[in-house]
């Protein structure tokens, strides 16, 4: 049992670490994250207003994810949002090719929260 807790733990602060830091960087310094949004979603929401909010996004599933609590939502939420990440940019799989490792931690997280 205290096996699974620190998996768990381990889990949840290297997904989090991700979605945190993301959260920060395109907030400090938005045009460097903002080429990884589809063109037709940047058309949708100015540039602007749309990094804060998924910033505002990435930030909640960072501190939920480390809460602890109820963990099966936000790892759902952190899963299909790597796997997006992942798919719309497939073209920058130099850059994109980390986020699949997370990708699969954040669906382990998944699968241990569904278990318990």
Aim: proline share 3%.
């Amino acid at each position: 049992m205290q096996h699974e807790r620190l998996v768990s733990f381990l889990l949840r602060v290297g997904v989090a670490t991700v979605f945190l830091y993301a959260a920060v960087a395109a907030t400090l310094e938005p045009q460097a994250w903002l080429g990884f949004f589809p063109e037709f979603v940047r058309q949708f929401l100015p540039a602007a207003l749309l990094l804060k909010l998924f910033s505002l996004y990435e930030l909640a599933i960072a501190l939920w994810l480390l809460s602890g609590k109820k963990i099966l939502v936000p790892a759902v939420l952190a899963t299909v949002t790597l796997g997006v990440i992942v798919v719309v940019n497939i073209t920058l799989l130099d850059i994109v090719f980390r986020d699949i490792a997370i990708l699969f931690a954040a669906l382990a997280l998944v699968f241990f929260a569904r278990r318990n």
